[in-house]
């Protein structure tokens, strides 16, 4: 197993920027590659983006592309999400997930393993 725990939201103003945190613990050789995810009010899960644990291949949801970096630090088993220039649209609970396979994906159910979330909230 693998425990994921995120860490970083908030309250930001339109702008803003935050940086999130995905700590990962327990079997972590087993993991190929790892992503976020978020969710609004109402608005099912979405992709954000994702990158792969060893070859270091990212991906972005178009909506977040140019804003938003995902990166790693191996020695740490941490994942992170850079967030710029946030709109209050930005705005859901963030997910980061791990999964075994070593192709980075878009797809939620494609993901093994999930952390609990965290709020940001973006006001305009």
């Known amino acids: 197993q693998v425990q994921l725990v995120e860490s970083g939201g908030g309250l930001v103003q339109a702008g803003d920027s935050l940086r999130l945190s995905c700590a990962a613990s327990g079997r972590t050789f087993s993991v190929f590659a790892m992503g976020w995810f978020r969710q609004a009010p109402g608005k099912e899960r979405e992709f954000v983006a994702a990158?792969?644990?060893?070859?270091?291949?990212?991906f972005y949801a178009d909506s977040v592309k140019g804003r938003f970096t995902i990166s790693k630090d191996n020695s740490k088993d941490t994942a992170y999400l850079q967030m710029n220039s946030l709109k209050p649209e930005d705005t859901a609970i963030y997910y980061c997930a791990a999964r075994r396979g070593v192709t980075v994906v878009v797809g939620a159910a494609e993901y093994d393993y999930w952390g609990q979330g965290t709020q940001v909230t973006v006001s305009s």
């Open positions: 990158i792969g644990w060893r070859s270091g291949t990212t």
